[in-house]
């Protein structure tokens, strides 16, 4: 899987796990969650490079015990480093 398509995976996840996502000029400063009136955020800074924007994302993810439940493709799995029972 091309890292784009992890990266669209990984947005996708975090918007079934309840996250408003928004890509935003931060200035380079970084992105990250939070939470506001009651609802989770992932804000994206767009002035940073791809691999920080993923970064920015697979950390917010591995911070929620939800993730655990999620169904996810193997290879965003391995990324959040999520492991699977048979």
């Known amino acids: 899987m091309h890292r784009i398509e992890l990266?669209?995976?990984a947005t996708r996840l975090a918007e079934r796990m309840?996250?408003?996502v928004r890509h935003e000029w931060?200035?380079?400063g970084g992105g990250g969650g939070c939470?506001?009136?009651g609802k989770k955020w992932i804000f994206i800074d767009l002035a940073q490079s791809s691999v920080?924007?993923?970064q920015q994302v697979l950390d917010?993810?591995?911070e929620d015990a939800a993730v655990y439940t999620m169904p996810m493709a193997p290879e965003l799995?391995?990324?959040l480093g999520v492991r699977r029972c048979a």
Request: net charge negative.
């Open 7 to 9: 990266f669209e995976h």
């Open 18 to 20: 309840g996250y408003g």
């Open 26 to 28: 931060l200035g380079g």
């Open 52 to 54: 920080e924007q993923m």
């Open 60 to 62: 917010v993810l591995r």
């Open 77 to 79: 799995a391995d990324e």
């Open 35 to 37: 939470e506001i009136a």
